[in-house]
């Protein structure tokens, strides 16, 4: 049976800012999922399909689990998360090797019951190798009898040896995808999160969730690919620090998101972006229903 093709989903989940999207970035070595060094940066399912002539992979990004739920964007991202554990092949917990605490101890609890869980202990290349075993030796016991496989997914450390364990948990099946597709997303939904991700690093005052973005109009032409999006904000304070002086910051943040939209389409990009208010859009359902955000657009 050792030519048997393997087909699954693999369900990346855990605590905010763990690296989820960094290693689903360098498992199927394309950047799809947006990052920044800011909890809350991935808000939506965002699947990543690798395909070799044995295997077809498909990783499942996920938004941080967390316990703050009095927002209904929390309450939507946990939803998001937390509908994969039941639906995923195998679940990899990842967990980063200098912040281990109680809410990862319960996220493992979590998954306690279910057969397939690889625990994925990441950012080793922030401390000394000695450093890492207390650590692996602590999360042994909280979860006895996992898989534990120290990595770094920023630097590649130990990725292949991740890669074959996940493979051999896979079963048998044929490919759910055609050979060369690599998201489920659209290319307009991408385009949406480098905006996104180009927010998050330009802008030092903390609004992750006081943003979203959506693409009103995008066009390809022959030579040309023109987008128009709208940066939705929930307060006119909000507005002015987007723009920055004299239109600064928001010139710097189109310079950006069109460079890397140009390398996703491989054509030229004329970007358009408008900045807009919707009060309190990320505590109301309409809004966020509106904005892509909603259960139907969650599961796989």
């Known amino acids: 049976m050792k030519d048997t093709f393997r087909t699954g989903y693999v369900a990346l989940i855990g605590k905010p800012n763990t690296g989820k999207s ?39 990004d996920t938004p941080g689990l967390h316990d703050d739920n009095h927002k209904a964007i929390h309450r939507y991202m946990n939803r998001a998360a937390a509908s994969m554990f039941a639906d995923a092949d195998l679940i990899c917990v990842l967990l980063e090797v200098r912040r281990f605490n109680r809410n990862d101890e319960k996220i493992l609890q979590r998954v306690s019951k279910f ?8 950012k080793i290349d922030q401390l000394a190798k000695e ?22 997914a920023l630097k ?10 996940i493979v051999s948990q896979l079963p048998p099946g044929a490919p759910q995808f055609p050979h060369d597709q690599i998201t489920d997303k659209s290319t307009r939904f991408i385009a949406a999160e480098i905006i996104r991700e180009k927010l998050f690093r330009v802008l030092k005052q903390e609004l992750p969730y006081s943003i979203t973005v959506n693409i009103d109009h995008y066009k390809e032409e022959a030579d040309i690919t023109r987008i128009s999006a709208t940066i939705w904000v929930e307060r006119s304070s909000q507005k002015g620090i987007v723009i ?28 358009q972006l408008w900045v807009k208010i919707r009060e309190d859009w990320a505590d109301d359902e309409k809004a966020l229903a509106s904005f892509g955000y909603s259960d139907a657009n969650s599961g796989h």
Not at 115 to 122: F, R, T
Not at 131 to 152: D, F, N, Y
Not at 259 to 268: A, G, S
Request: net charge positive; charged share 20%.
């Open 115 to 122: 057969d397939k869980v690889i625990i994925v202990l990441n």
């Open 22 to 60: 960094t290693l689903m970035n360098a498992l199927i070595g394309t950047k799809l999922s947006i990052t920044a060094h800011r909890p809350q940066t991935t808000r939506h399912q965002i699947l990543g399909i690798k395909t070799t002539g044995t295997y077809q992979c498909i990783f499942v």
């Open 131 to 152: 450093a890492c075993l207390p650590v692996m030796k602590q999360i042994a016991e909280v979860a006895p009898g996992r898989e534990i496989v120290p990595v770094s």
């Open 244 to 271: 920055g002086k004299n239109g600064s910051l928001l010139k710097k943040i189109g310079t950006l998101a069109r460079k890397d939209i140009e390398h996703l389409v491989d054509n030229r990009v004329y970007l």
């Open 156 to 165: 590649g450390d130990n990725l292949d040896r991740l890669e074959a364990l």
